[in-house]
């Protein structure tokens, strides 16, 4: 049986209208409630999805196309109607990764002072997902010129939050940034100790250096 049309549907309901004489170009057909653009839009969700689950538990290694694909529950076939190839999905899947996760810290950062909130909210949150945070902040492939950019992107946007009074992209905000990131990276490899709020006291002192409003 094939799937019930939402317009036809709704045709069926109302009044039978007069058939025209002249040719009409047929609508889009919908599956399930979708169309054949929403379908490949779920579906490229799905393998962003998959490939963020799955480097989470096997590293960037072994997410290969077939496991990723399994994941999502979808043929190669699918990935390449996506995406030419690994690459540009892992940089799909390291965007999602900093967008969840500078949501997640802006809904966690709350106090009096904003820049140890926002630090200790960041390692609060990479404590709360160990996988991804070590496949897109330690993991991270920057011999890639597109990932590259992407995560000095993501760094300018860490500037913001921890050293917010600083110029943006001046030298005092990149290194403070550049710092208290290698100590995150190092903190993961060493299995997220000490406690977030002890690592966010240990970072503080070079977001108060370059801010110069706070030092």
């Known amino acids: 049986m094939s ?3 939402p317009l036809r549907h709704a045709e069926a309901r109302g009044a039978a209208a007069p058939r025209s004489t002249q040719s009409a170009k047929a609508p889009p057909r919908l599956y399930g409630g979708l169309s054949a653009e929403e379908r490949q839009a779920e579906r490229r969700d799905r393998l962003i999805v998959a490939a963020i689950q799955v480097s989470a538990r096997t590293g960037r290694e072994g997410a290969t196309v077939a496991a990723i694909c399994a994941e999502a ?7 390449y109607e996506s995406f030419p190839n690994r690459e540009v999905l892992f940089r799909a899947a390291f965007g999602r990764v900093q967008d969840e996760l500078f949501a ?4 966690q950062a709350s106090g009096r002072d904003p820049v140890l909130a926002a630090l200790t909210a960041f390692f609060a949150v990479l404590a709360e997902y160990p996988g991804p945070a070590r496949v897109f902040l330690v993991e991270l492939d920057e011999t890639e010129a597109e990932m590259k950019a992407l995560g000095r992107a993501a760094a300018a946007r860490f500037g913001a ?5 600083a110029e943006p992209g001046s ?3 990149a290194g403070a940034t550049g710092a208290i990131i290698q ?4 903190w993961i490899q060493e299995g997220f100790k000490p406690a977030p709020e002890k690592v966010a006291a240990i970072c503080l002192p070079f ?5 110069p409003q706070r030092g």
Request: no cysteine; proline share 6%; aromatic share 10%.
């Open 73 to 79: 529950g979808l043929t190669a076939r699918y990935f």
């Open 104 to 107: 997640r810290i802006a809904a």
């Open 183 to 186: 100590i995150a990276r190092r």
């Open 161 to 165: 939050l921890f050293v917010p009074d």
């Open 171 to 173: 030298l005092a905000q």
């Open 207 to 211: 977001a108060r250096a370059a801010n």
């Open 3 to 5: 799937p019930r049309s």
